[in-house]
């Protein structure tokens, strides 16, 4: 582990929205995770940084945030995560705020009409508790009506092509987005009162999108993926399937990931087994067909007036927004560390319980400084996607020589429904099966030796790691990040948008249910005689840090090697760049040490 | 970057089974005026189905099959005597690298065959030079005393790629190099040829059916259908912007 000490670095797109002749895209820079800005981006021309002001651009409504870009017309509006307000920007002129902006409500999701911007509220009431709201805006006075509170959350407000109606989703706990939403519609004239909601399946709807044609489309997993539906009359009804999900949806929502790019045609971003491609949807015909690029899509599609447009996904290395059949196909090209030479990730399946099969990005090690250790990679989900891309802190372990091994356990996005829920009450259990399978499946085909294989993971997946240490005696070691040890303390200390969530993963209703300490990682401290570093947040309040300590000081004695790494100031997820390279010098030393003592 | 290779005009005939009796003797037009240029260091990716001509083109660049028109290499024109000079500036790397590796040879003596060519006789001097390329394409230096079948699949493609990188080429062709490999062991070979690509600078020309694999490894792409290149271009523009319809419908089976 001899070559360059820093984290890798590389912008990311987090947003992509068409407006009146250009593409707004939403750039948050890799280098020093400086604040995310707005680029206006044209076929043709040079990129135009849109001039944002001390407005820092985002939002955190239902704790991960909703996407934060609306083009209006030659303008784009954005959320505003520090003042909650919504503002509105664009070439040559100062940006201005419209609403908000006092702090008594977030804003995010925008969609605007005319005069009119919808957007999704979130106000804070204390104690952690917040309400959410669907509102309307006037952009000229900046007054806020409040349209519709009646579900627990709501998201992507769409207005139509002729403004006259507007459509989105609602949801109520103990359901996540993902499990169950409704779709509601109403009219821009009567308000509130016209509000209804749309007879559909009990499945998830997701993306509203108002076609051209005036059709209200939305995807919808009721088949077993998201598929494309549309409101016909009172009732949705499907239209067509690509055979995969249509778009990821986790939590934040942020997918814009499908357009309707002629009348009966569709350009979606399709997830097939977790790897990311785009298709082409005839409505008529039902065929999927693929559409190849030369770099594989993310999650946000969009189109304008000048075509489609979309972020594109490298294995490492700067993300691009490209103009798809265009000659010049790179509209936009980010910065980023990297030297260009990138892993090449192979599809891994590996056979698990129940017969099942889950898949693994496999990144081998150059060759010439292969260093014959295997990190396996447990995402944070559960419900998350390893996509085909090196995450940094991965990248810079794959160039100092290790394999990467990228693990989707059952519950992650990207694989249908079925997938999805089969980690409903098996957390702890199917999740740690599957990477046991995975540790099999590496050490039979020789891939990987026995002692010579270090686990990481994050979150849920550090939860997932500290199971699996207790159970497999193989491992070197693991790196836990942000570690869940505790289910109680977790179930505590969550906000109101994954209050559900846990009972659901667990099968349990109620906190006490002895299941949750049962499948609690403090419980199983006894079985782990594996060494661990933990990384923790001391601010972390969705895992609180002295449920770490608790856990490192049990291990201590029970003369288990076990290394602390707190972060001062960070939460859940370490934000700061200084933080991230502590992080990361930490767990280089700590795999060091392991390999060392052999 | 300057030219590294030019082929203009390469037609290669086969003979065609006869059918039946008293039916004229047919040809099969195996390469049918093919033309591709290759820059220094860089590689063109060749796609097409089975039976397009893809290995017939590999192996007339590689001057093992008998080709109508002209091949310029380093600026000077291919011509047998050119070739026995170039003393393995050029080099192929097999599909199934069981039929190409000697299995009475020790796998020493097959990576380093190449320098005798140069006049290196001693056997001391060959061994060193062995561990080093095993070394170089991350095969366990204890192996320099063994026999082809003693190694896995991905490790006879791994000293197929030794051998050929023994004489430091300026373009290495690969026909297929990874196609008769499990997907993960398939990832390691791409990974050493993109590593030694960067180490080296050699330039690749990558046969494959594998739509992915190509996307991944080239700057440039042709497209072969029926003997013929239908479609070239860079990478991007071919896989962004394909215009033949053949193209379209080959790059459509990417997942
Ligand atoms: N020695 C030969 N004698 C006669 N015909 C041949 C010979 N070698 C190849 N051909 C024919 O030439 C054509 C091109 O074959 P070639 O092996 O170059 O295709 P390819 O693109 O490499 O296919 P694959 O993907 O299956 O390897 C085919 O029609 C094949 O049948
Ligand atoms: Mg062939």
Same mark, same amino acid.
Not at chain 1, 49 to 75: C, F, M, Q, W
Not at chain 1, 351 to 371: F, H, I, Q
Not at chain 1, 530 to 553: K, Q
Not at chain 2, 193 to 204: E, F, K, V, W
């Given at each position: ?80 995560? $520090?003042? $909650? ?15 908000? @902006? ?161 009348? $009966? ?7 097939? %087994? ?6 082409? /949807? ?58 260009? %030479? ?19 990005? +496999? ?21 998350? /996607?390893? %996509? ?20 989707? +356990? ?142 490192? @000081?049990?291990? %201590? ?9 707190? /972060?001062? $100031? ?29 | 970057?300057?030219?590294? #290779? ?57 001057? #093992? ?130 590593? #030694? ?59």
């Amino acid at each position: 582990m001899s070559r360059s000490n820093n984290l890798p670095w590389s912008d990311q797109i987090v947003d992509l929205v068409a407006g009146d002749g250009c593409i707004y895209a939403l750039i948050s820079p890799g280098e020093d995770k400086a604040a995310p800005y707005i680029a206006a981006l044209k076929p043709g021309a040079p990129t135009q940084r849109v001039e944002t002001g001390k407005a820092d651009i985002g939002n955190t409504i239902h704790g991960y945030g909703l996407p934060s870009l609306t083009a209006a017309g030659r303008k784009v509006l954005f959320a505003s995560s $520090g003042d $909650g307000g919504v503002w509105r920007a664009g070439a040559g002129s100062a940006p201005a705020l419209i609403a908000g @902006g006092d702090g008594a409500f977030a804003f995010g999701d925008l969609a605007c009409a005319g005069d009119r911007v919808f957007g999704v509220t979130e106000r804070r009431h204390g104690a952690g508790r917040t309400s959410n709201a669907i509102a309307s805006i006037c952009s000229q006075s900046g007054s806020v009506e409040i349209l519709f509170d009646l579900a627990d959350f709501v998201s992507r407000p769409v207005i139509d092509p002729g403004c006259n109606r507007f459509a989105f989703l609602g949801w109520d706990l103990p359901y996540m987005p993902w499990e169950r939403t409704s779709l509601f519609v109403g009219e821009i004239s009567a308000g509130a009162a016209s509000i209804r909601r749309v007879a559909a399946p009990a499945a998830a709807l997701a993306q509203p999108l108002w076609g051209p044609d005036g059709a209200l489309y939305v995807l919808c997993d009721a088949e077993g993926y998201f598929d494309i539906w549309r409101l016909d009359r009172d009732s949705l009804c499907f239209v067509v399937s690509a055979g995969a999900d249509i778009g990821l949806s986790l939590a934040g929502q942020r997918g814009r990931s499908y357009v309707i790019e002629r009348p $009966g045609c569709a350009l979606a971003v399709v997830w097939d %087994k977790g790897v990311s491609g785009l298709a082409s /949807l005839n409505f008529e015909s039902g065929r999927a067909a693929p559409v190849a690029t030369s770099v594989p899509p993310d999650d946000l599609i969009c189109a304008g007036g000048d075509g489609v447009f979309y972020a594109a996904l490298p294995v490492s290395g700067a993300p691009e927004v490209r103009h798809l059949g265009a000659d010049c196909p790179v509209l936009w090209k980010g910065q980023s560390s990297s030297d260009g %030479k990138a892993a090449f990730p192979a599809l891994m399946s590996i056979e698990t319980s129940n017969a099942d099969a889950v898949s693994a990005n +496999y990144y081998p090690a150059d060759p010439a400084g292969a260093l014959g250790i295997a990190v396996i990679n447990l995402h944070g989900g559960p419900k998350s /996607l390893a %996509k085909q891309q090196l995450s940094p802190p991965l990248e810079a372990l794959w160039r100092d020589g290790c394999d990467i091994v990228d693990l989707n +356990y059952r519950g992650s996005a990207g694989f249908g429904r079925d997938f999805r829920g089969r980690i409903n009450g098996a957390w702890g259990v199917i999740d740690v099966e599957d990477c046991i399978a995975a540790i099999d499946g590496l050490i039979e085909k020789g891939l990987a030796r026995a002692g010579r294989i270090v686990l990481r993971g994050s979150s849920a997946g550090a939860f997932t790691l500290l199971h699996v240490l207790a159970k497999d005696s193989r491992l070197a070691g693991g790196v836990a990040y942000a570690a869940v040890t505790d289910l109680r303390a977790l179930g505590r200390g969550t906000h109101k948008y994954e209050s559900g969530y846990l009972k659901t993963l667990i099968g349990a209703d109620n906190l006490t249910a002895p299941l949750f300490e049962q499948r609690s990682p403090i419980s199983n401290v006894r079985n782990i005689r594996t060494p661990v570093l933990f990384l923790h947040g001391g601010n972390d309040a969705v895992s609180p840090v002295n449920g770490v300590m608790h856990m490192a @000081g049990l291990l %201590k004695d029970n003369g288990t090697r076990c290394e602390t790494c707190i /972060l001062d $100031g960070e939460g859940h997820n370490f934000s700061s760049s200084e933080a991230l390279q502590t992080a990361h010098k930490a767990e280089r030393q700590f795999i060091r040490s392991l390999m060392s003592t052999d | 970057m300057s030219i590294l #290779l030019e082929a203009r005009n390469l037609t290669v005939r086969y003979d065609a089974p006869a059918q039946g009796l008293g039916v004229t003797k047919k040809h099969v037009h195996a390469l049918n005026g093919v033309s591709v240029s290759l820059r220094e260091g860089a590689t063109l990716g060749v796609l097409g189905e089975s039976g397009s001509g893809k290995s017939t083109l590999a192996f007339a660049l590689a001057g #093992l099959a008998p080709v109508a028109g002209e091949i310029l290499f380093q600026g000077k024109r291919l011509t047998p005597a050119v070739r026995r000079h170039m003393r393995g500036a050029m080099q192929i790397v097999f599909q199934d690298p069981r039929s190409s590796l000697n299995p009475r040879m020790r796998i020493w003596e097959i990576c380093t065959e190449a320098l005798l060519l140069s006049g290196i006789r001693s056997d001391k001097k060959r061994i060193g030079r062995a561990e080093a390329l095993l070394a170089e394409v991350g095969l366990p230096v204890e192996c320099v005393n063994r026999y082809p079948h003693e190694l896995s699949g991905g490790q006879r493609q791994r000293l197929a790629i030794a051998r050929a990188i023994a004489s430091q080429p300026k373009l290495l062709i690969l026909d297929e190099p990874t196609s008769a490999l499990d997907v993960s062991i398939q990832a390691q070979v791409i990974n050493l040829l993109l590593d #030694l690509q960067q180490r080296t600078g050699m330039a690749y020309i990558f046969i494959s059916h594998d739509v992915g694999v190509v996307r991944h490894m080239s700057d440039d792409i042709a497209v072969m259908r029926y003997g013929e290149i239908i479609e070239t271009g860079a990478r991007d523009k071919i896989f962004d912007a394909p215009q033949h319809p053949y193209t379209r419908e080959l790059l459509s089976v990417l997942s």
